[in-house]
């Protein structure tokens, strides 16, 4: 007999230490891993085994056990290495093992309960979260009777769509459902008269939910650049070898980074390893996973955001039980059970959609993918065309294997990029969001039969109202920024938040009705396009792609030509590989660099570079315009060129004076709250506890900034107070916020390594 230790997560409490539960005879087979149901101060709440531990020997202490309820699933959910990389999570991101624990597992962490009764009513037992349902449909198998009659050609005259419909049934390996028995001319008439005839038996099938289908396409097989070689050979030996080696592959845009990841996940499955595969937003990557699905049909597994609870764990039981090779999957996907895992790609390594920034904890799933693959011997490949600074300065301190891409293969050249100053488009009294050389550009390339890809990273039609007369912006009563002028709606919309409200008549301050519309965002940018001779307009922002998948049926739809312009945020500039493409347009190019951030730089270039990398990608040169306020910015400069590396050792070096990633570590503390005061006082005595320790000598090098408002001060109603925390190692000053009282407070967030500070 013995006890267990179990780590429960409660969503309103933050519990860091775990609970002990006795094990009825009944459970005596729970271990570590598995997902439990106990009592928990007066209700039934799901637990995590954490680990086996002896009874106490203390009668009293034993007796005072309360035992475990039922265990959930039949197997346990997490194996040696999930457990492990949750125990890394917690240390590493500040949560508490459970936290950690509940992101492995779909579904939310309710219980619900059903009771099972005879036929009497008596209660036989109970079972416990049913939520994941299987999905079954109707099938037909042909049992004894109809192998005889098909044998014996009985129908052969008298029915011969049954007797037909019998020879499919007998080819068939198992039950066929009533759209495969259709696939091979059955009708489900005919299926059902089979089995009321008795010749064949009407079953339910389970089948697995799967939002794509698995059309194989698989194209003919690209012979490798030299590059492309190099880089497949050294990361297969790394997949033979499982010993964690890792990889940075940096090529820039178009030059065949998914062809390399496609030669190693084959390698990968060839070996009897499963292959995880991260992407930064699944709908902008259809054509990625359409590559895969021809290179590996059935044996893929998708997972989105946009999956539901049942769908989710269809997927996941496809990967445990190994029915499934390749999952490719945004950020949660990391989190995924394997049978073996042998290889994982993050591809756009450099993405910020990679760190949950929103929810605790806050997590960076390539930097778990890293902690899994040390754990389990698996190879990782990090790829990008303007890598993440932090895993660029790795590569170059030799502590992963840096792979070059240096060319597009079918010859094409990067595309040129040409800067056009606004302020001169005001002066020569162009007020509209379009310079004359882009105008004059797009008119060119549509009556070319090419297409372009304009980006402005606003969305809305203004961007802020302003009053005349006493310059009072609106701003959104719950959140402190402006509200966004909303022309298709004829409202104004608060981005961060969703509230709505009616054009104002009047000047909410002093009632004048001078009220004036400022900033373009992308709805203005459309109407304008329009009215460009041969001009056909798509827009794809977070407004025009609310629906399911609409992301991907916007880009089939501008791929397949039904407009010849597609403006849009910076969901256009990502991934996609549309060879008619020859022109690119960067409205309010500088409009990210300026941001109080210690990485708007990094960001910007990156954009920039990937917008840019939309051009040119066929036949056909590229032709890229940057349209500036700023002409004579640095960074626009050096994103002209597509010069990454001179970039990265330029900004690399503003990092070190500054001391600012990779040559720090940052920690971000968030504390939000309803009031403003409070918030504030919260946050300052979490300076003064810091402050205290360092008057003792102790986290000598740590530096302290703050307490001071959010970029967003207020958001959802909630005022929110930032604390940065920098060291060259934060170790020490984790161990004593988790040591302090701090760590319980439910409105005082830890973001290690921020995205944005
Ligand atoms: P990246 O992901 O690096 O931006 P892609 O993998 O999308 O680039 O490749 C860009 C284009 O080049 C694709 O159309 C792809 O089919 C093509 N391509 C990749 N490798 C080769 C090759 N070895 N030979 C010819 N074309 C290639
Ligand atoms: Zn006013
Ligand atoms: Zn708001």
Wanted: aromatic share 8%; with cysteine.
């Amino acid at each position: 007999m013995f006890a267990v230790n179990v780590a429960i997560n409660l969503p309103v409490k933050n519990l860091f230490r775990q609970f002990t539960y006795s094990v009825p005879e009944a459970l005596q087979f729970i271990d570590s891993g598995w997902r439990v149901v106990i009592p928990f101060s007066g209700q039934k709440v799901e637990g995590f085994v954490v680990e086996r531990v002896s009874l106490p020997s203390d009668e009293v202490l034993k007796s005072k056990l309360k035992p475990v309820e039922a265990a959930l699933g039949d197997t346990p959910w997490f194996d040696k290495e999930m457990l492990a990389t949750a125990k890394w999570m917690a240390d590493y991101y500040m949560c508490s093992l459970a936290e950690a624990m509940r992101l492995f597992v779909p579904g939310k962490s309710s219980i619900k309960r059903r009771a099972v009764r005879d036929a009497q009513g008596r209660l036989l037992y109970y079972v416990y979260n049913e939520r994941l349902q299987e999905k079954t449909v109707l099938a037909y198998r042909i049992n004894a009777a109809g192998r005889q009659a098909l044998a014996e050609g009985t129908l052969a005259k008298r029915a011969k769509g049954q007797h037909a419909a019998l020879g499919v049934l007998a080819q068939a390996a198992g039950a066929l459902s009533v759209s495969e028995l259709a696939q091979q001319g059955v009708s489900s008439a005919v299926a059902r008269a089979l089995a009321q005839n008795g010749l064949a038996d009407a079953v339910q099938k389970r089948v697995l939910r799967n939002s794509y289908n698995t059309e194989q396409e698989r194209g003919e097989s690209l012979q490798l650049t030299a590059e492309q070689q190099d880089a497949a050979v050294k990361i297969n030996q790394a997949i033979d070898a499982q010993r964690a080696q890792s990889f940075l592959l940096q090529g820039i845009t178009g030059s065949g980074k998914t062809e390399v990841y496609l030669r190693a996940a084959a390698h990968a499955v060839d070996a009897g390893w499963q292959v995880l595969m991260l992407v930064p937003e699944i709908a902008l990557t259809a054509q990625l996973v359409k590559r895969f699905q021809a290179w590996f049909g059935s044996e893929i597994a998708v997972a989105h955001s946009k999956l539901s609870q049942n769908e989710r764990g269809d997927v996941w039981y496809r990967m445990r039980t190994g029915k499934a090779r390749v999952l490719i999957g945004v950020r949660s996907a990391v989190f995924a059970p394997f049978e073996k895992l042998g290889l994982v790609i993050v591809d756009e390594e450099h993405e910020g959609s990679y760190k949950e920034e929103d929810h605790r904890p806050h997590y960076n799933a390539r930097d778990v993918a890293r902690t899994r693959c040390r754990l389990t011997g698996a190879a990782l490949v990090l790829g990008s065309a303007t890598p993440d600074l932090c895993t660029y300065y790795k590569a170059l301190q030799g502590e992963c294997t840096h792979l070059h891409l240096t060319s597009r293969p079918n010859g094409a050249a990067l595309p040129k990029v040409e800067i056009v100053d606004m302020r001169k488009e005001l002066e020569a009294r162009n007020f509209s969001v379009l310079s004359r050389a882009l105008q004059q550009a797009l008119v060119m390339t549509a009556a070319a039969g090419e297409q372009a890809i304009v980006l402005l990273n606003r969305r809305g039609y203004s961007t802020f109202v302003m009053c005349r007369d006493c310059g009072q912006t609106i701003t959104c009563p719950h959140c402190a920024v402006a509200m966004v002028y909303h022309k298709k709606n004829e409202d104004l919309r608060c981005h961060y938040c969703g509230n709505t409200m009616p054009l104002p008549q009047e000047c909410p301050n002093c009632h004048s009705r001078r009220i004036k519309y400022f900033g373009s965002g992308t709805q203005k940018a459309e109407e304008q396009l329009q009215q460009l001779p041969e001009v056909r307009v798509l827009r794809m922002d977070q407004d025009s792609t609310v629906a399911k998948f609409a992301h991907a049926d916007i880009l089939r739809r501008f791929a397949d030509g039904a407009a010849n312009v597609l403006i849009g945020t910076q969901m256009v500039a990502k991934g996609h590989d549309i060879p008619n493409v020859t022109l690119v347009g960067v409205l309010a190019a500088d409009s990210t660099l300026h941001l109080p951030d210690y990485r708007a730089s990094e960001r910007a270039f990156s954009l920039l570079t990937q917008a840019a990398g939309r051009a040119g990608r066929g036949d056909r040169p590229g032709h890229v315009i940057f349209q500036t306020y700023d002409p004579d910015n640095p960074i626009l400069q050096l994103a002209v060129t597509q010069d990454y590396d001179t970039f990265a050792k330029r900004e690399l070096q503003e990092r070190k004076n500054y001391f600012y990633p990779p040559f720090a570590q940052m920690l971000k503390l968030q504390v939000v709250d309803k009031d403003e005061g409070a918030g504030l006082v919260l946050a300052q005595q979490v300076v003064f506890y810091l402050q205290s320790l360092k008057l003792q000598g102790k986290l000598e090098d740590l530096l302290i900034a703050g307490p001071f408002p959010s970029l967003v001060a207020k958001a959802y109603d909630l005022y929110r107070f930032n604390v940065l925390l920098k060291a060259q190692d934060l170790k020490e000053t984790k161990e004593a916020l988790l040591n302090s009282e701090f760590k319980e407070k439910a409105n005082l967030y830890f973001n290690v390594d921020p995205v944005s500070v």
